[in-house]
């Protein structure tokens, strides 16, 4: 079983950054590939961000926007977000798929967090 915590939501302007973290259990946490995931209200939730090892994927919506990366040692995902825009207003959530596959496909992750607020202002 694996638990997935999110943190560093908040509520910020238009322009501002923010960094969310996810911390995970687990021995093999190297192995799982991380999605970030997010839903507003009224809406289905969507690909964020994911990364499987080195290599990195991102919604044509967060292109150059944001940015996954993650720390084995400390077996934490994060999710660092510059340039905020207010239709990035959402809960964000984490996720790890177990067997390694980074994909676009909330179905296919395995783990998911409690997510974490972000609402941007205008």
């Known amino acids: 079983q694996v638990q997935l915590v999110e943190s560093g939501g908040g509520l910020v302007q238009a322009g501002a950054s923010l960094r969310l973290s996810c911390a995970a259990s687990g021995r093999t946490f190297s192995s799982y590939a991380m999605g970030w995931f997010r839903q507003a209200p009224g809406k289905e939730r969507e690909f964020v961000a994911a990364i499987r090892w080195s290599s990195t994927y991102y919604a044509n919506s967060v292109k150059g926007r944001f940015t996954i990366f993650r720390d084995n040692v400390k077996n934490t995902v994060y999710l660092q977000m510059n340039s905020l825009k207010p239709e990035d207003t959402a809960v964000y959530y984490c996720?790890?798929?177990?067997?390694?596959?980074?994909?676009?496909?909330?179905?296919?992750?395995?783990?998911w967090g409690q997510g974490t607020q972000v609402t941007v202002s205008s």
């Open positions: 996720a790890a798929n177990q067997i390694g596959r980074a994909t676009m496909e909330p179905r296919e992750y395995d783990y």
